[in-house]
């Protein structure tokens, strides 16, 4: 069976465009025009996936995005967004959003992305979680208590992480993760004290390295650090210059 993708895009020769290409690519292809049909083809059909513009008139993408994910729709979504500043990007995971493309796009990015969104929806197999395990692409680094690691949970560096529920907390407080923000923060628990270089983090989590100029990998980091931070507790994510990143609790 192909896979479903809802697409809505107000400018119509980018939406044919990337409607022919994704229906060349395999998947099949529910095409509109604004959010308020986006909601509507949402609700009836429940696709795989759903490709959302940011800007559109009436509903939005964000809009169409905080209602599903209110709605406790967990489907994979991608934002198109002509919007380039940091603080526009993070609106649209603070909607919901999975993952973003920024406008003009080459199609190609989005097929990787769109990718690396459905591979995460498959069922965890027993034995490793969905970022999977090792620190392989890893440095060394100091660190504590070694993670505890089974099937079901993680704990590292004051966090504990539910897998089978795909819950979060840091300490007693729970953390409210976006899909990707949760399957980050997995793949730098299973390797709490080694330093994760930027290609192995793309490969585990988007399956595709976006190379040196991509800031998507540092957008998804800061916003995850907003939601770990704590007044007088140390922080958890450290950026190790020209290299990746580490959790360790210092």
């Known amino acids: 069976m192909p896979q479903t993708v809802l697409l809505a895009e107000d400018d119509r ?15 099949e292809v529910t095409a509109v025009a604004d959010g308020v049909e986006a909601l509507a083809h949402a609700h009836r059909t429940s696709p795989d996936v759903l490709v959302l513009d940011v800007m559109m008139p009436g509903i939005d993408g964000l809009q169409v995005c905080r209602v599903l994910r209110a709605e406790g729709d967990r489907t994979p979504i991608l934002m198109l967004t002509a919007l380039v500043e940091t603080a526009d990007r993070i609106a649209g995971l603070d909607a919901g959003a999975d993952d973003y493309v920024v406008k003009p796009f080459d199609v190609e990015e989005v097929f ?11 069922p ?5 979680g969905s970022s999977g395990g090792g620190g392989g692409g890893g440095v060394p680094a100091e660190s504590g ?7 079901r949970q993680v704990e590292a560096a004051g966090l504990r992480m539910d ?4 819950r979060a907390w840091r300490g007693r407080r729970e953390l409210e993760l976006t899909r990707t923000e949760f399957e980050l923060l997995e793949l730098l628990a299973r ?7 930027h290609s192995t983090i793309y490969d585990r989590i988007w ?15 800061g916003y995850l650090r907003r939601k770990l931070d704590e007044p007088g507790a140390p922080q958890l994510i450290h950026t190790v210059r020209g290299v990746g990143y580490v959790l360790r609790e210092d």
């Open 13 to 27: 020769a980018i939406r044919h465009a990337l409607e022919r290409a994704l229906t060349l690519e395999g998947y």
């Open 207 to 221: 399956g595709y390295d976006f190379g040196p100029g991509s800031k998507n990998l540092a957008v998804y980091v």
């Open 145 to 151: 208590r070694e993670p505890q690691v089974s099937d």
């Open 112 to 122: 990787a992305r769109l990718r690396a969104l459905l591979r995460r929806t498959l």
């Open 191 to 197: 390797n709490a004290g080694i330093v994760l270089d």
């Open 163 to 166: 897998l089978q529920a795909r």
């Open 124 to 128: 965890v197999t027993t034995g490793g």
